[in-house]
Each structure stands twice: as C-alpha cells, then as structure tokens.
T-cell receptor, first 112, second 113 residues
Framework: GENVEQHPSTLSVQEGDSAVIKCTYS??????FPWYKQELGKRPQLIID?????GEKKDQRIAVTLNKTAKHFSLHITETQPEDSAVYFC???????????FGQGTELSVKP | DVKVTQSSRYLVKRTGEKVFLECVQD?????MFWYRQDPGLGLRLIYF???????EKGDIPEGYSVSREKKERFSLILESASTNQTSMYLC????????????FGPGTRLTVL
C-alpha cells in the first residue's frame, strides 16, 4: 500500500525567512496531494492541495510543487510569520480511494 | 460550512472498559474516517466507511471496531481499552470517494489508566 515519508520532523526559522517541508510517496498511482495545518489544540485544516496533472500551485505565501517522476512533493512558505507556527501534514491519495495516507508531520516554529 | 463534531474533547477511562467515541457530520458526506494521532507518527487510519453499514479496516484496526447505522454518525469502539490506546482520536468526513477535502472534527483526547 501507499507510504508517505515527511521531513523534517521539526523546523525552526526566523520570521521573514522561507520554510520548506518535503514528502515522498511510494505508490505511483497516487494522484492527489493535500497539505494540512494543525495549530496547537485545533483540528487539521486543508491549506493547499495539488493534483497529479499539475507541477506547481501557489496561493499567496504558500506553494506546493510535485515531481511525479521522483515521487516527491514539497510545501514552500515564504515570508514566514509567527502565526505560521503549527504542525503541517502532507498526505497522498490513490484514485477513487477516498482515503488519505498521511506523513508523520512537521512542527514548524517561526521565531519573531 | 461543514461541521464535524465529536462527543467528547477529553475522556479518561480505565483499562478493560468499553469505550465509545462518537462523530457526527452535518453535510450529508458519504465517507467517514477515524484516525489516531501520536507524536512523530502522524495521523494513522483506524477504520473508514463509504456508506451506511459499510466499514473497512485502515492501517491499525487491531483493538478497535466501528459502527455506522446512520449516514451522519460514525462511532469508534474500544471493546476493552488498554493503556497503549491512550491517544488523540480524530474523526473526518469527505463528500464522496472522489478527490475531495477531508474535514476533521476537533478530536478526543483519550487517556486509559
């Protein structure tokens, strides 16, 4: 079955710097790759997603890139702010599966 | 606005007790999921359901069962709670089996003593 590996497990950056989180997946049939943000004490919420027919997607300060050949995808956050501090999860989904396989999570800390 | 609610935010039970965790969604979603969240392990899928009275095992079903008698409600059952089931439990729902956003409940922090 699908397996998703996420790195790093923790990431600390200064406010204004960029942050990059990387994920690899094992099942080449996976075609949907969402990213969820979970603030302390709150539920995970979708922040951006990408489908396998697209190589890059951007939404203001966040962007996601997908390399299908290498089977990895990344989350990029530019101009980080303290409110970006949270745990971020990547995930992958196979066609018509409906279910997501999540990575282990990255705890991002943005220091003012 | 999709709402996914869980019956308890915090729960403390004793080893051997039968535990019920309830999840309700109000958007007529077909699919519902139960995950447990542990530090360093991410979200691991316990069970999921594509329709009423249907259930499928996820990656870590041992020690758990589920019930889906109504479309909006998905229950996770710990038949005999053990200390290694102390965890955060998250419920999620999604519209259908296509590629869609999963909406999460607030989570239940279960402690088994």
């Amino acid at each position: 079955g699908e397996n998703v590996e996420q790195h790093p497990s923790t990431l600390s950056v200064q406010e204004g710097d960029s942050a990059v989180i990387k994920c690899t997946y094992s099942d080449s049939a996976s075609n949907y790759f969402p990213w969820y943000k979970q603030e302390l004490g709150k539920r995970p919420q979708l922040i951006i997603d990408i489908r396998s027919n697209v190589g890059e997607k951007k939404d203001q300060r966040i962007a996601v890139t997908l390399n299908k050949t290498a089977k990895h995808f990344s989350l990029h956050i530019t101009e980080t702010q303290p409110e970006d501090s949270a745990v971020y999860f990547c995930a992958a989904s196979i066609p018509q599966g409906g279910k997501l396989i999540f990575g282990q999570g990255t705890e991002l800390s943005v220091k003012p | 606005d999709v709402k996914v609610t869980q019956s308890s935010r915090y729960l403390v039970k004793r080893t051997g007790e039968k535990v019920f965790l309830e999840c309700v969604q109000d958007m007529d979603h077909e699919n519902m999921f139960w995950y447990r969240q542990d530090p360093g392990l991410g979200l691991r899928l316990i069970y999921f359901s594509y329709d009423v009275k249907m259930k499928e095992k996820g990656d870590i079903p041992e020690g758990y069962s589920v019930s889906r008698e109504k479309k909006e409600r998905f229950s996770l059952i710990l038949e005999s709670a053990s200390t290694n089931q102390t965890s955060m439990y998250l419920c999620a729902s999604v519209r259908d089996r296509g590629i869609n956003e999963q909406f999460f409940g607030p989570g239940t922090r279960l402690t088994v003593l």
